[in-house]
């Protein structure tokens, strides 16, 4: 069953729908599927002569007189003077100004937000609006929280839920009794009624295991499905690899590690073989994938096919587009490379495209674009994906449906423990590169609180007066009233008047537009900018083996896995390359994170950590693991559950008659 339009639903109109489709919903069964994303608990309005605390608070009070609009620079702030008769309280909201209108001083109304102390007084900050009769039906439960979209509310989505719950036929399920009691799971029907509006959070967590199990069992299925499918493809593109192996070491200005060894040994059986290749090479960042993808791509050149590589960024394009220029710029059989980005003008594609299909192109290296439909290769037998937790099965199946059963290479720079690999990639045969190139030496590591930076400051100035260059990774793009975290807009503005005189500062932030960001990263490449402060979007791929410093404010905000690819973009010299963690906020776990990090360089040591550290109870943690995207499941924070989806497939298809599954794809069940 399929489900209705939401347009047959009461208050759904035209416009409604159109948001409700941004957001993937055109059914009652879209709708159903659309899980909260967290709860809020609203707590019973106090007298305001009894707060006396810090934190969520709600008061059913008007205020006293008209409320003032205050302009500071770019916030706008609306303050007023409330009062319930025991007591009165300054009510702030940002970026409003139009309460200012709606608000009237004879109307009591509830309002729920942070109860903060502001030079020795309580203000409520940003608090939400209801009706006495609104606020009453919220208290004692968790509320849901869904995943909006301009054009949608809240309350719009949760009233929509609960039409399309009434109309929801009973589900049979597809698991027997014995098998939901084997794992300890609730009725499938149960959980999708049940997680929109539970009593209490004991029965969404119930709710929510059934769900995630689903979705992983599901995503454990079609993994096995195309294992088993790709097996048994033969292969178009049998290829003879050792003199392109020999010519390609030639090439090179190193020599390849024991690690990248055994791995370009492992794809060349692979290529050599009679069925498709479908291959994980996973490492450790600064370990070399490049180079061992580049020599499977050289190999498919030299028996006269076209090959691709695609990347989640543009600039991470660029960058692997230099690399094979300047590595097989001295080859006596050099490829032609050509570079496909979306932001290439449309008489650039329209070449490109052409060049491609005529095989004017070897290797064609990208982003998305290699995807679209219009994109026809003439021989393409090598396809290799780049952080490959970015594109998905879905897209690298697209991409592989343009040659004729191309050979696969997944590479990815996301170590995960070995027990989890096992279960992700059980698609994919496994090569690991546990080794870093000769020359690199290891990263030294310092967390620091706050008010030792002038002394990570001075260490950095003294890098740069040895002609290095340094990264510094912040939080936010600009200033927050609500955060007192460091932000990329003020922070580079405050480094460029220190640094006056002694290093250029330059900034980047995912808010750029694509052509933006990669002039910043030229400039950084050219030596142009000394000091580069960012978000995470340096995060992937990118090279520049003269940054020899990554200071990392606000560390506790960030979880091991991303910390530890922020790192990766130093060390890729041969000179000796530091990181340091800048602490703000102090918490146990966020301690032990950094203390982790501070003494382990190895990716996979911090991985099982992170796994280990994870517990099931984090329910809304940060989403970090990126591996894999999920509707409420995450690899990591639901390990346990996850290995519990594979015992049952394990033990299903053990059997003659594996049973039933969940019917729709991954994250999908009905």
Request: hydrophobic fraction near 40%.
């Amino acid at each position: 069953m399929s489900g209705i339009p939401v347009t047959e639903l009461k208050g759904i109109g035209p416009k409604t729908a159109e948001a409700l489709a941004r957001l993937g919903i055109r059914t009652t069964e879209d709708l159903v599927r659309h899980f909260p994303s967290h709860f809020a608990f609203y707590p019973k309005p106090e007298e305001i002569g009894e707060i006396s605390e810090e934190g969520l608070c709600a008061v059913a009070a008007a205020p006293q007189g008209p409320l003032n609009v205050i302009r500071r620079g770019r916030f706008v702030m609306t303050r007023g003077r409330f009062s319930d008769g025991t007591g009165s309280i300054d009510l702030v909201w940002y970026n409003m100004p139009w309460l200012k209108k709606s608000i009237h001083s004879d109307v009591t109304r509830v309002y729920c937000g942070k109860a903060q102390r502001k030079a020795g007084k309580l203000v409520l900050e940003q608090p939400a609006i209801f009706t006495e009769a609104e606020y009453e039906a919220l208290t004692g439960r968790p509320v849901p929280v869904y995943p909006l979209t301009q054009g949608i509310s809240n309350k719009t989505l949760t009233g929509a839920i609960g039409q399309a719950l009434l109309r929801l036929p009973v589900q049979e399920d597809w698991m027997t009794e014995e098998e939901r009691v084997r794992y300890g799971l609730c009725e499938e029907d149960t959980a999708v009624r049940r997680i929109h509006a539970p009593r209490d959070m004991q029965e969404y967590e119930t709710a929510r295991k059934r769900i995630v199990f689903d979705e992983f069992y599901s995503f454990l299925l079609d993994v096995r499905e195309l294992k088993r499918r790709i097996m048994t493809t033969p292969s178009g593109y049998v290829m003879q690899t050792e003199p392109g192996m020999m010519e390609y070491r030639a090439l090179l200005p190193f020599t390849l590690t024991e690690a990248q060894e055994r791995a370009a040994a492992e794809i060349c059986r692979d290529l050599e073989g009679g069925t498709v290749m479908n291959r994980l090479l996973q490492g450790d960042v600064g370990s070399g994938k490049t180079a061992v993808a580049a020599a499977a791509l050289y190999i498919a050149f030299r028996n006269g096919y076209q090959s691709a590589i695609m990347v989640p960024t543009e600039v991470l394009a660029q960058q692997h587009y230099r690399t094979m220029q300047q590595l097989f710029s001295g080859a006596e059989h050099a490829p032609r490379l050509l570079l496909l980005t979306g932001s290439l003008k449309a008489s650039e594609k329209r070449a490109a495209r052409e060049a491609i299909r005529d095989h004017e192109a070897d290797i064609v290296i990208g982003t998305h674009a290699l995807i679209q439909e219009d994109v026809v290769f003439d021989s393409l037998s090598l396809v290799v994906t780049d952080e490959q937790h970015r594109f998905g099965v879905g897209q690298r199946e697209l991409l592989a449906s343009k040659g004729l059963a191309p050979h696969m290479l997944v590479m990815s720079a996301t170590p995960i423990p070995r027990t989890l690999a096992v279960i992700l990639y059980g698609d994919l045969e496994n090569s690991v590169l546990d080794a870093r190139p000769a020359g690199r030496l290891p990263v030294k590591n310092a967390v620091i609180p706050r008010k030792d930076r002038p002394k990570a400051l001075l260490h950095i100035r003294k890098e740069i007066e040895k002609g290095h260059q340094a990264y510094i990774i912040c939080p936010l793009v600009e200033e927050s009233e609500l955060s007192d975290e460091e932000n990329v807009t003020d922070y580079s503005e405050k480094l460029a008047e220190s640094f006056r005189g002694i290093a250029t500062v330059g900034s980047l932030h995912g808010r750029m537009k694509e052509k933006e960001k990669q002039e910043i990263m030229d400039r950084f490449l050219r030596k142009e900018i000394d000091i580069l402060v960012s978000t995470t979007v340096v995060e992937v791929g990118v090279d520049v083996p003269n940054a020899t410093v990554m200071m990392v404010e606000n560390a506790e905000r960030f979880g091991l896995a991303t910390l530890h690819q922020l790192r990766g973009r130093v060390g890729r010299g041969a000179d000796q390359s530091y990181c340091i963690f800048v602490q703000g906020k102090r918490s146990e776990t966020a301690s032990e994170r950094l203390e982790i990090l501070k003494r382990s360089n190895d990716g996979f040591e911090i991985a099982a950590a992170d796994l280990r550290m994870r517990g099931p109870g984090e329910l809304f943690g940060e989403l970090q693991s990126g591996e894999l995207t999920f509707r409420l499941g995450d690899i990591y924070n639901d390990y346990g559950i996850l290995k519990d989806a594979k015992a049952l497939l394990d033990a299903r298809t053990a059997q003659p008659d594996p049973g039933e599954r969940p019917a729709g794809r991954r994250g999908v069940i009905l």
